[in-house]
């Protein structure tokens, strides 16, 4: 298995091509249900703010790997750095106080 929590989910995805699984719109609502199950995880004050990271993430990857953008960022690779801003946005909220 990969160290990579984004390479292991497409080998699954693979897997299931394999299977002979197919149904795009079924595999696509399966990965979303566990990113929905993820931000669940999160503190009820900061489930907002991590839905919307990840759905501007999504854009963001999206329009990058298919070419609509140039990437800007010297990362070739989101697997290993999303779950790490999704932790560092929770930490950081947590320690922040609110403002006046
Ligand atoms: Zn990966």
């Known amino acids: ?30 990965l979303v249900e566990s990113l929905a199950d993820l931000i669940l995880l999160a503190p009820d004050s900061d489930r907002s703010n991590l839905m919307a ?7 963001q990857i999206f329009l990058e790997k298919g070419g609509a953008i140039d990437g800007n960022s010297n990362a070739t690779h989101y ?13 950081s909220e947590a320690d922040v106080s609110p403002a006046e």
Do not use: K
Not at 53 to 59: I, K
């Open 1 to 30: 298995m990969s160290d990579c929590l984004h390479c292991e989910i497409n080998q699954l995805v693979q897997e299931c091509f394999e299977r002979g699984d197919t149904d795009l719109a079924e595999i696509a609502s399966m």
């Open 53 to 59: 990271h990840a759905l501007s993430a999504f854009g």
């Open 79 to 91: 697997g290993s750095g999303l779950p790490r801003l999704h932790v560092a946005v929770i930490a």
